[in-house]
């Protein structure tokens, strides 16, 4: 079964003026470019923003983020553009033809936990698009949307909640699928052998199916490449 796991005790720490960095599947931690599925998919990052502190300005040209914020509320200020509030237990969906933006933690008690996806992408103009997760569901697309680079791809975002020994199988179309997972919560079962503690990443691709079963009530979010 080709995987790549990420234990989150063994993710990438990169301390910062705001709080600190971890990395999944960049360049400081076990990359996966190289695989033809993932190819424009540039990594994980879990930004960690302290009360009353921020990221410094920096640029994007032909990206695509996806931004879960985790715990806390973030205010983000494009370059001439107003400030948007990216509540808790909310994504944003950005696509930059090119632009420069921060992020800021205007709470002066709570700190931020956020979760960002990048891809390299072909973008016309800078888009910005909020979803709401809180809703408790089993298995809900948050929102699909696609990416051009030298070939399109779709990318389909899920939020999972399983109680205790609930199951999810996916079976698959297309053997050039890929699947990232990220565990917020619980303990997750991945077609039979591998085992997602909370916070951990894995990585899958060229599966018939995928199945999950939840060895405690658990709370994912699955990224799918297709």
């Known amino acids: 079964m080709p995987t790549?796991?990420?234990?989150?005790?063994?993710?990438?720490?990169?301390?910062?003026?705001?709080?600190?960095?971890?990395h999944s599947f960049t360049d400081k931690e076990e990359p996966i470019k190289s695989i033809s599925t993932f190819d424009s998919f540039l990594g994980i990052k879990e930004l960690f923003i302290s009360p009353n502190l921020g990221v410094l300005p920096h640029?994007?040209?032909?990206?695509?983020?996806?931004?879960?914020?985790?715990?806390?509320?973030?205010?983000?200020?494009?370059?001439?553009?107003?400030?948007?509030?990216?509540?808790?237990?909310?994504?944003?969906?950005?696509?930059?033809?090119?632009?420069?933006?921060?992020?800021?933690n205007q709470d002066k008690m709570k700190s931020i936990h956020c979760l960002v996806f990048q891809f390299n992408s072909i973008n016309k103009e800078n888009t910005f698009k909020l979803f709401k997760i809180n809703g408790i569901s089993n298995f809900k697309k948050i929102f699909e949307t696609k990416i051009l680079t030298e070939t399109?791809?779709?990318?389909?975002?899920?939020?999972?909640?399983?109680?205790?020994?609930?199951?999810?199988?996916?079976?698959?179309?297309?053997?050039?699928?890929?699947?990232?997972?990220?565990?917020?919560?619980?303990?997750?079962q991945i077609n039979g052998s591998s085992i997602l503690k909370e916070k951990d990443t894995i990585a899958l691709w060229e599966e018939k199916s995928i199945s999950l079963i939840a060895n405690q009530e658990s709370r994912f979010f699955i990224l799918k490449l297709h």
Request: charged residues 20%.
């Open 59 to 104: 640029k994007h040209e032909n990206q695509t983020l996806i931004i879960v914020n985790l715990a806390g509320t973030l205010v983000q200020k494009p370059n001439l553009a107003a400030s948007t509030i990216i509540p808790e237990n909310h994504i944003q969906l950005i696509q930059y033809k090119q632009g420069m933006h921060f992020e800021y």
């Open 4 to 22: 790549k796991l990420i234990p989150n005790p063994l993710k990438h720490k990169e301390k910062t003026g705001f709080g600190h960095i971890l």
């Open 152 to 188: 399109e791809q779709k990318i389909s975002f899920f939020q999972g909640v399983l109680k205790k020994n609930g199951t999810k199988n996916h079976l698959l179309k297309n053997r050039g699928t890929g699947f990232i997972i990220y565990l917020f919560s619980g303990e997750l």
